[in-house]
């Protein structure tokens, strides 16, 4: 009914003529995304979803930075030999294929981010025991305890220190283009170029961001068969002074990625809670050495004697709570 009032009767009346011009696939799955999110904001209302809150649909603008559009089996797209996209009511979309798909897809979607870009993602099965054959067997590798940090991005258990990369900082004294954005006049064609210009550059910081990530989560679950982190409260973090510096980490993208190659790969992932003491335990005796403050990195326990480094001793700490921790998810 949904359907026949906002999809085939609006096309004819003069108002709505322009839904004929584009696929009527993409108008249904509109619709469904629409039902979806008045489910989840009246299961959200009920309690019976869990999870985060879910807040009330909203109409969506031209102006949005990001737009996308879903086609389905029965829009009769397609993957031509020429390795070209052929979509309804647009035609052969020349397209640049960062990897091979390992099986036919089922939908693609056509996603334009901020920077003006467009990208096609594809929904595909794959074969689980291929995705495990790329891994090596995980019952002679190490556990690892992560503690992360701003100064350092990780230090772990076995004592390596991966160094913050600062992407946004590096990039900022280059970023002229948003002050410049500042003093043009709203809603004029400059401005739009101006946008488009700041909007590729954070783009760029974004991108090199998500390639540190997937690379140092991959060699991770790649040499470790348990990695354990801390649930730290992100949201909360990003609210204060260091707000800009935790941004820039990116540390919630960081462990969604390690989380769901976990499960992929079939090794073992534990979040230990945030007011597990990681700071102030020695990990050599287990003395409770009470609070420091965060300019001091290194300290010494004054029951064993231990001179600790501050963040390595709080990643031993995460990996020995990680045995008493519930485990978020295990692959099978």
């Known amino acids: 009914m949904l ?12 108002e709505r003529q322009w839904l004929s011009e584009v696929s009527a696939v993409i108008q249904q799955q509109a619709l469904r995304d629409v039902e979806r999110a008045y489910t989840n904001f009246f299961s ?28 389905t089996a029965n829009a009769r797209w397609k993957i031509t030999e020429a390795g070209r ?16 798909l390992p099986s036919v897809p089922s939908s693609v979607t056509v996603i334009r981010d901020a920077a003006g870009r467009y990208f096609a993602s594809f929904v ?26 701003l100064t350092h991005f990780t230090v772990l258990s076995d004592g390596r220190v991966i160094d913050s990369p600062r992407f946004l900082r590096r990039a900022e004294k280059n970023l002229k283009a948003q002050r410049e954005l500042s003093r043009k006049q709203k809603r004029s064609i400059n401005r739009e170029k101006g946008r488009l210009k700041v909007a590729r550059a954070h783009a760029q910081v974004a991108d090199a961001r998500r390639e540190f990530h997937h690379q140092l ?15 730290l409260a992100v949201k909360a973090l990003a609210r204060t002074r260091l707000g800009k510096s935790v941004h820039d ?17 079939a090794r073992v992932f534990v979040k230990v ?12 005796c287990g003395v409770r050495d009470g609070p420091k403050l965060l ?20 990643a031993k700490n995460v990996k020995q709570a990680a045995g008493l921790a519930v485990t978020a998810c295990r692959g099978r």
Not at 273 to 284: D, I, L, M
């Open 85 to 100: 996209l052929l979509l309804p009511r647009i035609g052969e979309v020349k397209v640049r294929w960062s990897r091979r």
């Open 217 to 231: 989560s991959t060699q991770l679950i790649r040499e470790s068969q348990a990695v354990a982190v801390e649930d």
């Open 3 to 14: 359907s026949k009032t906002l999809i085939t009767e609006a096309k004819q009346s003069r």
């Open 44 to 71: 959200s209302l009920k309690g019976s979803r869990p999870g985060v809150r879910v807040g009330a649909p909203r109409f969506r603008s031209k102006r949005d930075a990001r737009q996308a559009i879903r086609f």
């Open 124 to 149: 595909i099965e794959t074969d689980p025991g291929a995705d495990l054959a790329r891994m090596p067997e995980a019952d002679n590798l190490p556990s690892v305890g992560i503690d992360l940090g």
């Open 295 to 314: 300019h001091v990195r290194t300290w010494t326990c004054t029951h064993c004697g231990t001179v600790h480094d501050r963040d390595r001793n709080a």
């Open 273 to 284: 809670g945030r007011f597990e003491p990681t700071s102030q335990v020695c990990s050599v």
């Open 249 to 265: 980490a990116g540390w919630a993208q960081f462990l969604a990625m390690l989380e769901y190659k976990a499960q992929r790969y």
